[in-house]
Nanobody, 115 residues
């Protein structure tokens, strides 16, 4: 089992920045990829960004150039730096971790972009 705990969400004005963190614990040796999904009200959950243990990253087109995913393997932590935030970025952001057989989820952290 893997447990994921997110932090760093909140309310920010358009154009502002937030940094999300996700710490993994438990059977972390099985994890080969971590990242973030988000779900806005009335919409499906969508991939935001992922990072493999080797450092390879992937982003959804709508956040490229604004969001940066990074990680610290020694701390079992993945980060999401979000800059130039837009109202359409408002969502619950979920950390996920992937093993060969299972996808783990955190409880989510709310990000609200509003003036």
């Amino acid at each position: 089992q893997v447990q994921l705990v997110e932090s760093g969400g909140g309310l920010v004005q358009p154009g502002g920045s937030l940094k999300l963190s996700c710490v993994a614990s438990g059977s972390i040796e099985s994890i080969f990829r971590m990242g973030w999904y988000r779900q806005a009200p009335g919409k499906q959950r969508e991939l935001v960004a992922t990072r493999t243990r080797g450092g390879s990253t992937n982003y959804v087109d709508s956040v490229k150039g604004r969001f940066t995913i990074s990680g610290d393997n020694a701390k079992n932590t993945v980060y999401l730096q979000m800059n130039s935030l837009k109202p359409e970025d408002t969502a619950v952001y979920y950390c996920h971790a992937a093993s060969s057989s299972y996808l783990y989820w955190g409880r989510g952290t709310q990000v609200t972009v509003s003036s």
